[in-house]
């Protein structure tokens, strides 16, 4: 039986009420949860406190708390693994931020480090803000920049997954990267990174 098979078996088994196979899941697309991871931190400061394991096994965890996602298929499934990591990350940032704006008194001079991890933060907050914005005008827009930028999902697994064509997901993707382009260099600047 195909890997691909398996999982969208698996996850309509899940949907219809098999808690168990979501458990035998797991050990499926944990590469590919941990590929996923990868891309997303590689984004991020280096030294930052999460790591791949971490950040596949918070996702996880929030995947298995979710029971309102009605999976479809593979691609379905990694579109949404991506949004939980993207969200895990920019709650890590906001509270980054709060930490650095709190109690303790600001140093006058900072190390290289925590002023690049400072600045990633707020990208990393200013992008999704941004991308909240383009969701109101656009949600599916929204939804390419997140399976192609934030869970590296192909044109063609991006079309699967949002139910459209990949010449859509195309088009999508060079409107949403202008819209964003414009919508955050007011605000940060340089994005770094593919998008």
């Known amino acids: 039986m195909d890997g691909d098979v398996d999982i969208t078996g698996l996850l309509l088994a899940w949907r219809a009420g098999e808690q168990q196979a979501f458990d035998r899941l797991f050990p499926l697309v944990y590469d590919e949860l941990r590929a996923i991871a990868a891309r997303q931190l590689g984004r991020e400061h280096h030294g930052h406190t999460l790591d791949t394991t971490a950040l596949v096994h918070e996702a996880y965890f929030r995947l298995v708390d979710n029971t309102r996602v009605v ?79 934030f869970g590296g999902l192909t044109e063609e697994e991006t ?13 999508d993707w060079t409107k949403a990267k202008g819209w964003l382009h414009h919508a955050l260099s007011d605000r940060v600047g340089d994005l770094g990174g593919p998008l």
């Not at 079309?159 to 088009?171: C, F, K």
């Open 71 to 149: 999976w479809s298929d593979r691609s379905h499934f990694y579109a949404i693994a991506s949004q939980a990591m993207h969200r895990i990350l920019v709650d890590y940032a906001r509270r980054y931020r709060a930490a650095k704006r709190g109690g303790a008194p600001a140093r006058v001079e900072l190390g290289e480090t925590e002023l690049a991890a400072e600045s990633r933060a707020d990208t990393l907050i200013a992008l999704d803000e941004a991308l909240d914005r383009l969701a109101a005008l656009d949600v599916r827009l929204s939804r390419v920049v997140e399976c192609r930028f």
């Open 159 to 171: 079309a699967e997954a949002l139910g459209v064509t990949a010449r859509t997901v195309r088009r």
